[in-house]
């Protein structure tokens, strides 16, 4: 099994440094205007006076200090400077706090709501810079979100937090995060992506209040956003966490089933964790409601429809693969290291573009390749494939 292990954590470091870095170094900075470009197209057509957004600057942030902090390559180090760089300068606000949502291709402020989802990648990406380099600036910043998002954002009669606020922290009719979403006040995903960020934050800035909040984080999770009869997690809730909605999302499952067990690590209370291991594992096993044949994974599923959405998602598979992987580290369970292993010989047989580089978006269900949605852009980024081999990297170090 160790040569198993080390083939495998061979392969993703050779993925990392020779395909998924190097594509964002030299396909999307922007050395003209600054930080990197804001779109390459499902075609692989750079698109240079596209917005830029600040959830893509700020996954390029984490994973370029991730890099740097686990490989040491001077490279990397100048990426996640350059990213750190144009987060502070151009997407935070200097008058109000908390991070535009996007800025357009001169770094001017074009979409100026505080969507607490983006507050939360910056604080991600602000703290692992800090965590690689000792960064004082980066840690300031970190700092200063976090007190933004629980000054405003955080529901002290409900628990929670509200999904989006206009820029001077007011009430917003819009609050959803894509077109996908619902306009609800509450949803899974910027739970699971302040939890992500404040565990992060916490590795770096042992504060008593964020800690009181990290733990708060992990309860709700299994209080309010499991539900308890599928071990799926709920999507999106009214104001008191009413869940009118009925949809399962597979990839979501699995990233939350790590991202949990690494927070409650990150807490290091013995009581919680010993809580928590047994939820997410069934977390872990309801996502796999979702696997196919080839240990890829399904997108989502309607459950009040009956119809599965079976497009393969290049993050929903880096997920998948993390996601067994703690499976097998934690709990000795080899049949996800198997289902891991498959699912990283469909990524390598089907998603990796080695032509142009990078990953494509997806693969549709009748196996062809996705080509309408973006190389590079608002949403694709390097952190969740990157996330995945730098996991890899370390955990089997």
């Not at 020779?18 to 003209?32: S, V, Y």
């Not at 007011?170 to 006040?185: F, G, P």
Request: charged share 30%.
């Amino acid at each position: 099994m160790t040569e198993t292990i080390n083939t495998l954590r061979k392969e993703v470091t050779e993925e990392l440094e020779g395909n998924i870095l190097p594509f964002w170094m030299n396909k999307m900075t922007d050395r003209e205007r600054g930080g990197f470009y804001g779109r390459i197209s499902g075609e692989d057509v750079l698109m240079p006076d596209e917005p830029k957004g600040a959830i893509l600057n700020a996954r390029i942030l984490w994973t370029f200090s991730a890099a740097y902090r686990l490989l040491k390559k001077p490279e990397y180090l100048a990426a996640a400077t350059r990213a750190k760089r144009y987060l502070l300068d151009f997407f935070y606000d200097k008058q109000f706090g908390g991070i535009y949502w996007s800025v357009d291709c001169e770094g001017n402020p074009l979409d100026t709501k505080k969507q607490i989802y983006a507050l939360g990648f910056a604080i991600y990406g602000l703290s692992e810079y800090a965590r690689a380099t000792g960064d004082e600036e980066a840690l300031e910043y970190a700092i200063r979100l976090f007190e933004v998002i629980e000054k405003y954002s955080f529901d002290a009669e409900k628990n929670g937090y509200v999904e989006a606020l206009t820029r001077d922290w007011q009430l917003i009719a819009d609050m959803r995060l894509s077109d996908k979403d619902e306009n609800e006040k509450k949803t899974m995903n910027t739970h699971l992506h302040i939890l992500e960020p404040y565990a992060n934050l916490y590795r770096v800035w042992k504060d008593g209040r964020l800690k009181t909040q990290l733990k708060n984080l992990i309860e709700l999770f299994v209080t309010k956003i499991l539900d308890t009869q599928t071990y799926h997690l709920n999507l999106f809730f009214e104001d008191d966490w009413t869940n009118k909605y009925h949809l399962i999302s597979y990839g979501h499952d699995i990233e939350a089933s790590w991202l949990i067990h690494e927070a409650a690590l990150v807490l290091g209370d013995e009581t919680v964790l010993k809580q928590i291991e047994p939820v997410i594992v069934r977390i872990a096993r309801a996502a796999d409601e979702g696997l196919n044949a080839d240990g890829s994974m399904t997108y989502e599923r309607f459950s009040d429809k009956g119809e599965t959405d079976r497009e393969l998602h290049w993050w929903v598979q880096a997920e998948n693969v993390v996601g067994h992987l703690n499976l097998y580290q934690h709990f000795g369970d080899e049949e996800a290291l198997s289902t891991a292993l498959r699912c990283w010989q469909f990524i390598k047989d089907k998603l990796i573009d080695r032509e142009n580089g990078e990953w494509y978006w997806s693969r549709f269900a009748d196996g062809s390749i996705n080509r309408n949605d973006d190389k590079a852009g608002f949403w694709k980024c390097p952190y969740h494939n990157g996330r995945m081999c730098l996991e890899i990297n370390e955990r089997f170090a």
